[in-house]
């Protein structure tokens, strides 16, 4: 386990929540920021990827837990991004529609922006957010974020504008 909150374990993922995993990439829906849901080999890209990031970085985006099921209801972690040429650290969040509007997001991502500033004495953290998200530019701004600047990233092919909100240690 690497955060516990009120409510929820994050934990390093494994090759076993490979099935849950998919259940939330593979989801048209869940997926709707990227307008692309994932294959199942990208959805084991994708795992193959955290994976590395452990190893590499020491952190990544995390398995989202329910402690009273143990069920993985999401991910949610920090990752190196890359924001308009800035290598920012990123906190990153996403969960099963079924257990969206819950305050899981928020409650996650607040737990990965104090671990960013006590754990890895980040100087400021950011989140990377679709500019059609607004269910994840509510968490930002709620986890205490604000945008600072609008930029362009390409996805499959298509530029999508992103806002880039960030907290930093001293406000």
């Not at 949610?76 to 650290?89: E, F, I, P, S």
């Amino acid at each position: 386990m690497i955060i516990e909150t009120t409510r929820l374990l994050l934990r390093e993922m494994t090759q076993e929540d490979y099935p849950a995993l998919a259940g939330i990439l593979q989801d048209r829906e869940a997926m709707f920021a990227y307008e692309h849901a994932f294959s199942d080999e990208e959805t084991q890209a994708w795992l193959n990827r955290m994976l590395e990031r452990y190893r590499t970085d020491g952190f990544g985006l995390w398995a989202v837990v329910l402690k009273t099921t143990g069920e993985m209801i999401g991910q949610c972690g920090l990752t190196w991004q890359d924001v308009a040429g800035q290598r920012v650290l990123e906190i990153g969040y996403l969960f099963a529609r079924k257990h969206w509007k819950n305050g899981y997001a928020l409650e996650a991502a607040g737990a990965c922006k104090a671990y960013a500033f006590e754990r890895l004495d980040a100087e400021e953290v950011f989140s990377i957010v679709r500019d059609n998200n607004i269910a994840s530019m509510n968490v930002a701004i709620r986890n205490g974020m604000t945008v600072r600047c609008r930029f362009v990233k390409r996805y499959y092919g298509m530029d999508m504008p992103h806002y880039a909100f960030s907290a930093r240690r001293e406000e």
